[in-house]
């Protein structure tokens, strides 16, 4: 990240985490080994919040900027984008 760090959270699992930061991102983790998997971009705001669904296959993130996004955990594709 580039900016502060909101916001972490592991998955149900465990074994990866995700961050969510004024920068305008969320990164996801390995847990073991710290490896950047991916960064999750699109919101126009800082990224407040992050977190696995719990079954761990999606992620949601909220942002300052009135919007969440809904990600794949696995992929990091954006799936849909929550406006209001």
Do not use: M, Q, R, Y
């Amino acid at each position: 990240h580039t900016s502060i760090v909101n916001n972490a959270n592991f998955s149900p699992d465990g074994n990866t985490i995700v961050t969510a930061s004024d920068d305008k991102t969320a990164k996801v983790w390995e847990t073991k080994t710290g490896k950047l998997v991916s960064t999750l971009t699109g919101h126009t705001s800082g990224v407040n919040n992050a977190n696995f669904s719990p079954d761990g296959n999606t992620i949601v993130t909220a942002s300052f900027g009135i919007t969440a996004k809904v990600w794949e955990t696995k992929t990091g594709k954006l799936v849909s984008t929550l406006t209001g």
